[in-house]
Nanobody, 122 residues
Framework: QVQLVESGGGLVQAGGSLRLSCAAS????????MGWFRQAPGKEREFVAA???????SYLDSVEARFTISRDNAKNTVYLQMNSLKSEDTAVYYC????????????????WGQGTQVTVSS
């Protein structure tokens, strides 16, 4: 049974930082691209960042200079370091796993976590 468990969300002031973690189990982590998506109230879930199994990355344009995705294959964990947070970053952040190489397409992700809330106050 595949499980993706996110942690690290919370309330932060604009300009602050948060580090999200996603612990994966029940899958061959080193054969998966891992992604982060987010969903704000009343909006579609959108791609934020992805990392391949050999550390190539892809980002949403609006976060590329501020967010960093990384992975620790020994711990089956993917991270999202978020700096210079803005109010528009407020959303539920989801971790996801895909067998497709660094995809931005939500439908290509087979497994999803439950999400962690990030709230940025201005």
């Amino acid at each position: 049974q595949v499980q993706l468990v996110e942690s690290g969300g919370g309330l932060v002031q604009a300009g602050g930082s948060l580090r999200l973690s996603c612990a994966a189990s029940g899958l061959t982590f080193t054969r998966k691209s891992m992604g982060w998506f987010r969903q704000a109230p009343g909006k579609e879930r959108e791609f934020v960042a992805a990392i391949g199994w050999v550390d190539k990355t892809s980002y949403l344009d609006s976060v590329e200079a501020r967010f960093t995705i990384s992975r620790d294959n020994a711990k089956n964990t993917v991270y999202l370091q978020m700096n210079s947070l803005k109010s528009e970053d407020t959303a539920v952040y989801y971790c996801a796993a895909s067998s497709v190489w660094i995809t931005r397409v939500r439908a290509n992700y087979e497994n999803w976590g439950q999400g962690t809330q990030v709230t940025v106050s201005s």
